[in-house]
């Protein structure tokens, strides 16, 4: 038997779609998502899918789907702006220490094999999340159409600009503001500043609870601390059954991970946490991007389309701007192109408010050489107009992951500079931990508040330095 707490999932995005799919198999479906788009509608260009991930997605019975439209990732060649070679970054050796190779895919495809393994009852569309309240039974959350949804568990996996980060961080500041008015008064709140308490529940080993013959989401979490174990395809079997898992012994050790505490066990005295003044700030911005991905294109007039694998090619220009392109399955190109002076001075103004399609016919990015002859532009021009997008490359480590009933993962915690998938792997890797620490509660409905905090406090624990140091390291 498992945990069952009623969970509200905000975000129909990768996190938010992986997250269901591991409750899913964990047996723990008392779900819902509330998306905010009108219908699913994955945007963006291609990802790519790491060793560990796949690991995971073999565990969840869809390592199959994903490889049927997946090219593994042989190499990346770095060319200057005339096409001479700079270096390349072979991929082999990757299959070889870890048992898969680092696979290509685009993001659409990724995100409707997903979407596949979530029953469509599950998610609720037109759902912008307007209020998130606390109480003592639970949390509900408003939405811009008047509904309003009550869960024992709120998972933010909203993204970059998550309105339930939003939510959360102003509750959090009312609630300190209350108590230091309460505080200039006279008036005792019976709160306890955080920094006087004793520290958090310590990050143990990676949860490990299964062989790989069983069924279920075992030592999947083992995968954020990865091993340079071999893996042996052959000796590898997993089912996709929706069998429980066993519980492991529970740990009572105390840590070093500092966060908010809201336990209702008689011995602590309730505390008051304050939102650190970086959680406030904004995101910082790095450069702006554009990506796309070509109609079907003549195999014959492109011969390396035909390769079984992807050799993705990286055009560096003088003057800063980057090209990237991946050739994938079905005879399509991604590509992507990005830098600090992506619009110049002069146009920045004019462009400031344009469309990706608009940018995109701007001289200086068409007139780039191809590798695969003609120009960039000619990838451009077999892209169907409104597909491509204008995106943004920002990044934030925010210190603050939980509060009370409601936690985040993904970029709603940690946006990277997007760089081969590097946000997906994290945002799978909060998911895995996630739901092990929450497989870890009382079966049924016997947990309790205290329950639901030790969960997020081992979620935070075992995750919050390993995704702040990928913020840092992917500043370019």
């Not at 019975?61 to 096409?83: C, H, R, T």
């Not at 079966?443 to 935070?460: C, M, N, P, S, V």
Request: charge should be positive.
């Amino acid at each position: 038997m498992a945990p069952n707490p009623k969970i509200l999932i905000v975000g129909a995005g990768i996190a938010g779609l992986s997250m269901a799919v591991m409750l899913e198999r964990a047996g723990m479906k008392d779900y819902l998502i509330l998306e905010r788009a009108a219908e699913l509608r994955p945007m963006g260009s291609a990802i790519a899918l790491s060793a560990m991930m796949l690991r995971c997605y073999e565990q969840l019975g869809i390592y199959d789907e994903i490889m049927a439209v997946a090219k593994p990732s042989v190499g990346n060649a770095f060319l200057d702006q005339d096409l001479h070679f700079l270096w390349n970054m072979k991929g082999f050796f990757l299959e070889r220490r870890y048992g898969y190779f680092n696979v290509i895919l685009s993001r659409a495809d990724y995100h409707r094999i997903l979407a596949g393994h979530v029953p469509a009852d599950k998610v609720v569309y037109g759902k912008k999340v307007l209020s998130l309240v606390h109480t003592p039974e639970g949390a509900t959350i408003g939405c811009s159409d008047n509904s309003v949804y009550q869960a024992d568990i709120v998972i933010g996996a909203d993204g970059a600009y998550s309105s339930v980060r939003q939510s959360l961080y102003k509750s959090i500041q009312i609630e300190a503001a209350t108590a230091a008015t309460a505080t200039a008064a006279g008036i005792s709140t019976g709160a306890t500043p955080l920094s006087s308490r004793g520290s958090l529940l310590r990050s143990t080993s990676a949860i490990s609870r299964l062989s790989s013959s069983s069924s279920s989401l075992s030592s999947i979490s083992s995968i954020s601390n990865s091993s340079n174990e071999s893996r042996s395809p052959k000796s590898v079997h997993t089912t996709a059954s929706n069998s429980s898992l066993p519980k492991r012994k529970r740990s009572d050790s105390s840590g070093h991970e500092e966060g908010p505490d809201h336990s209702s066990r008689q011995d602590r005295q309730p505390t008051v946490y304050r939102l650190p003044k970086s959680d406030s700030a904004p995101l910082r911005f790095d450069q702006h991007g554009i990506v796309g991905i070509t109609a079907p294109l003549d195999p014959e007039k492109y011969p390396f389309l035909k390769d079984k694998g992807c050799q993705v090619m990286t055009i560096l220009s003088n003057s800063g701007i980057s090209t990237w392109l991946f050739p994938l399955t079905g005879n399509r190109i991604a590509w992507c192109i990005g830098g600090r002076n992506l619009i110049s001075d002069s146009e920045k103004k004019a462009q400031a408010n344009s469309a990706a399609d608009g940018i995109l016919k701007l001289d200086y990015l068409r007139n780039q050489k191809s590798p695969y002859g003609g120009t960039i532009g000619d990838m451009f021009d077999q892209t169907e107009k409104g597909t491509a997008i204008r995106i943004m490359l920002e990044d934030k480590a925010f210190k603050t992951w939980y509060y009370k009933r409601t936690v985040l993962v993904g970029d709603a915690c940690h946006k990277v500079i997007p760089f081969t998938g590097v946000g997906a792997v994290h945002a799978i890797l909060d998911c895995i931990v996630l739901i092990n620490a929450l497989y870890d509660m009382p079966d049924g409905r016997d947990f309790t508040q205290a329950d639901i905090t030790k969960a997020f406090q081992a979620y935070y624990a075992q995750r919050f330095k390993h995704a702040a140091a990928a913020v840092r390291r992917s500043k370019q």
